[in-house]
């Protein structure tokens, strides 16, 4: 990490900048998947556990995104996407978001401890940990599969939310795990294929800038084929049932879809149209996780009356 002082902006940091510092795009994703794992999860919840289960993972998610936002300043400056967040702009001190994310990381898994079970406290714990310390400040500057094994962090949520209902792993939790694992690499390379020059700029070594784009969209096809069984065998657990099965076969067909279209395209096809195609399957991945992780809602929600799980 390179040593960044806050410059002198005009202004000083407001609320809206510390919270942009959590990271709060990721975070409600965060807490969507481990909302829904808890929800799913066999054991029922007393509303006010469950909250306070949330909010914890939330926090954490926080913590991370703090934490990550502190090591990459250096290479956030670097890069138009990022180059507006709080620290590189100079509205926010590295040291305060040091500061703000040890602390909320603390918080956050204590009271997880005391509120709910060890499992998931030590759970939410480790996903801090392989964000901020495996990913962030290992894995992102020294190796392109720096999203396989990084992605790990993000899918550790509806694990963690499994964990705050049941106070333990199971099957059904791996397999949530699984499915962001797999979804992770060809989403975030399909980004990468129209901010290449983001990456490049910032010496991250991506996939797309040490192997070129033919490579990356060799990878984002396997990934996407690997990913679909996956998807598809929660449909047979205790939490799948028609409608997720449903869901999984349409969504899993349009994402295979537009990586085959991704594969069959080449830099020329690419840079003729904007990058079309490649940002048209970034969007199709968005919409994949939470078609994914609605029905599995839907699954337990309709059960009562009979209309979910087989």
């Given at each position: 990490m390179t040593d960044i002082s806050a410059q002198d902006t005009g202004r000083e940091a407001g609320m809206g900048d510390y919270f942009a510092l959590l990271k709060p795009r990721v975070m409600s994703l965060v807490i969507f998947t481990a909302l829904v794992g808890l929800l799913v999860a066999p054991?029922?919840?007393h509303p006010y556990i469950g909250f306070v289960g949330i909010l914890c993972i939330a926090v954490?998610?926080?913590?991370?995104g703090a934490l990550n936002m502190w090591w990459d300043a250096d290479i956030d400056v670097k890069m138009k996407r990022t180059a507006k967040r709080p620290i590189p702009s100079g509205r926010v001190a590295p040291e305060e978001a040091l500061a703000i994310?040890?602390?909320l990381s603390v918080f956050s898994v204590v009271l997880l401890a005391l509120a709910t079970n060890f499992v998931a406290a030590g759970l939410l714990a480790f996903t801090i940990f392989?964000?901020?310390?495996?990913?962030s400040m290992w894995l992102k500057r020294s190796t392109p599969q720096n999203i396989v094994i990084g992605g790990a962090a993000g899918a550790?949520?509806?694990m963690v939310g499994w964990a705050v209902a049941t106070g333990s792993v199971s099957v059904e939790s791996a397999l949530m795990f699984a499915l962001i694992f797999m979804w992770t690499p060809p989403h975030f390379w399909a980004l990468a294929l129209f901010v290449k020059s983001d990456?490049?700029?910032?010496?991250?070594?991506?996939?797309?800038?040490?192997?070129g784009r033919r490579v990356t969209r060799n990878h984002i096809l396997g990934y996407t084929l690997a990913l679909v069984p996956v998807a598809l065998g929660i449909a047979f657990t205790s939490i799948g049932g028609p409608i997720y099965l449903a869901v999984?076969?349409?969504?899993n067909a349009?994402?295979?879809?537009?990586?085959?279209a991704l594969w069959k395209r080449d830099d020329a096809a690419s840079e003729a149209d904007n990058h079309a195609v490649e940002k048209r399957v970034f969007r199709i991945s968005l919409y994949y996780l939470f078609a994914h992780f609605s029905a599995l809602l839907a699954e337990t929600a309709l059960a009562p009356w009979g209309l979910g799980g087989w």
């Amino acid at each position: 990490m390179t040593d960044i002082s806050a410059q002198d902006t005009g202004r000083e940091a407001g609320m809206g900048d510390y919270f942009a510092l959590l990271k709060p795009r990721v975070m409600s994703l965060v807490i969507f998947t481990a909302l829904v794992g808890l929800l799913v999860a066999p054991v029922p919840v007393h509303p006010y556990i469950g909250f306070v289960g949330i909010l914890c993972i939330a926090v954490g998610a926080g913590a991370s995104g703090a934490l990550n936002m502190w090591w990459d300043a250096d290479i956030d400056v670097k890069m138009k996407r990022t180059a507006k967040r709080p620290i590189p702009s100079g509205r926010v001190a590295p040291e305060e978001a040091l500061a703000i994310g040890l602390t909320l990381s603390v918080f956050s898994v204590v009271l997880l401890a005391l509120a709910t079970n060890f499992v998931a406290a030590g759970l939410l714990a480790f996903t801090i940990f392989f964000y901020a310390v495996v990913y962030s400040m290992w894995l992102k500057r020294s190796t392109p599969q720096n999203i396989v094994i990084g992605g790990a962090a993000g899918a550790f949520p509806p694990m963690v939310g499994w964990a705050v209902a049941t106070g333990s792993v199971s099957v059904e939790s791996a397999l949530m795990f699984a499915l962001i694992f797999m979804w992770t690499p060809p989403h975030f390379w399909a980004l990468a294929l129209f901010v290449k020059s983001d990456y490049g700029n910032a010496g991250v070594p991506m996939l797309t800038v040490t192997h070129g784009r033919r490579v990356t969209r060799n990878h984002i096809l396997g990934y996407t084929l690997a990913l679909v069984p996956v998807a598809l065998g929660i449909a047979f657990t205790s939490i799948g049932g028609p409608i997720y099965l449903a869901v999984a076969v349409v969504m899993n067909a349009w994402f295979l879809k537009g990586a085959v279209a991704l594969w069959k395209r080449d830099d020329a096809a690419s840079e003729a149209d904007n990058h079309a195609v490649e940002k048209r399957v970034f969007r199709i991945s968005l919409y994949y996780l939470f078609a994914h992780f609605s029905a599995l809602l839907a699954e337990t929600a309709l059960a009562p009356w009979g209309l979910g799980g087989w």
